[in-house]
Structure formats: structure tokens, C-alpha cells
């Protein structure tokens, strides 16, 4: 079992800065070998899949967040983390960190949500 904490959301003007983290409740040989996963969902909007890590560092980005967000792992600290920079406001959304285990194709672990709102 995996439990997902997220951290690091918050208000923000147009063009700055957020780094959101992930805290895996879970031991170091079972976080490192799990693909992770940044979501968001605005209002009104479907729930997107902004990056995704593998558990051995390839990374995918949503078009629109490309060259601003980087997404990053510790595997030692069982902590993902999503840097998010020249913020947008279209942006706003709840940012969900999810979990995948190695072999099954949906994110079955899923945090609580961590709000970030990007003002003009």
C-alpha cells in the first residue's frame, strides 16, 4: 500500500515560481520501482496528466507545460517533486500526485490534492 501527500501549493502572480512535492508513505524498494504521475483538474475541466516520471527517470510532459515544469524523483527521500516555473493562469487547478505500479497501465494510487492558483 502506498499513501500520496502532497505539499508546496499555494497563490501565485502571473511569471513566478512552484515547486510541489510528493511523500510516499512507502519503503524505498517499493516507491523506486513505481512510475509516478502530476495531474490536475481545473474547474469544469477534466482531469489532465501534466508529467510522469518512470522508475528509471524518463519523463513525459504535457504539451502546454513543456520547457516550464520539470518534474524530478528522489528515490532516497521516496519523494517526487514538480517544479513550475513562468506560471500561467490557466495553470489554476488542484495538482494530484498518483502512483503506478510496474505492469499495470492505470495510476492506482492517488493523493489528496494540493491547490495552486496562478492570478493575473
Known amino acids: 500500500q502506498v499513501q500520496l501527500v502532497e505539499s508546496g501549493g499555494g497563490l501565485v502572480q502571473a511569471g513566478g515560481s512552484l515547486r510541489l512535492s510528493c511523500a510516499a508513505s512507502?519503503?524505498?524498494?517499493?516507491?523506486?520501482?513505481?512510475?509516478m504521475g502530476w495531474y490536475r483538474q481545473a474547474p469544469g475541466k477534466q482531469r489532465e496528466l501534466v508529467a510522469a516520471?518512470?522508475?528509471?527517470?524518463?519523463?513525459n510532459y504535457e504539451d502546454s507545460v513543456k520547457g516550464r515544469f520539470t518534474c524530478s524523483r528522489d528515490n532516497r527521500k521516496n519523494t517526487v517533486y514538480l517544479q513550475m516555473n513562468s506560471l500561467k493562469p490557466e495553470d489554476t487547478a488542484v495538482y494530484y500526485c498518483?502512483?503506478?505500479?510496474?505492469?499495470?497501465?492505470?495510476?492506482?494510487?492517488w493523493g489528496q490534492g494540493t491547490q495552486v492558483t496562478v492570478s493575473s
Open positions: 498518483a502512483a503506478r505500479s510496474p505492469g499495470v497501465s492505470n495510476y492506482g494510487y
Open positions: 512507502a519503503s524505498g524498494s517499493i516507491f523506486s520501482i513505481k512510475s
Open positions: 516520471i518512470t522508475s528509471d527517470g524518463s519523463i
